[in-house]
């Protein structure tokens, strides 16, 4: 059964930084591209970054140049720096699809962010 256990949220100022982590069990990580998504209130869920099995990194123009994705064998994370209020959101990883909007299995519980003064 595949687990996504997403953690490292929480409320920080305009301009500061989190690390975000996403635990996975349940299916071999190192042979699937990852993505963390996002949704804000009112607005779908989409995938903001990404990275294959080869290490190749791909970012929402959003969110491109201040978040960085990275993997090692068990986990999935997200590196977040100067953080706007437009960043609140709700963040998910999972396995990426076809669509920036659908993930490849059922989703975790995700890690709430807050960017406020």
């Known amino acids: 059964q595949v687990q996504l256990v997403e953690s490292g949220g929480g409320l920080v100022q305009p301009g500061g930084s989190l690390r975000l982590s996403c635990a996975t069990s349940?299916?071999?990580?190192?042979?699937?591209?990852m993505g963390w998504y996002r949704q804000a209130p009112g607005n779908e869920r989409e995938l903001v970054a990404s990275?294959?099995?080869?290490?190749t990194r791909n970012y929402a123009d959003s969110v491109r140049g201040r978040f960085t994705i990275s993997r090692d064998n068990g986990s999935v994370y997200l590196q977040m720096n100067s953080l706007k209020p437009e960043d609140t959101a709700v963040y998910y990883c999972?396995?990426?699809?076809?669509?920036?909007?659908?993930?490849?299995?059922?989703w975790g519980q995700g890690t709430q962010v807050t960017v406020s003064s």
């Open positions: 990275i294959t099995t080869g290490g």
């Open positions: 349940g299916f071999i990580l190192s042979i699937n591209d």
């Open positions: 999972n396995g990426i699809t076809a669509s920036a909007y659908i993930g490849r299995w059922a």
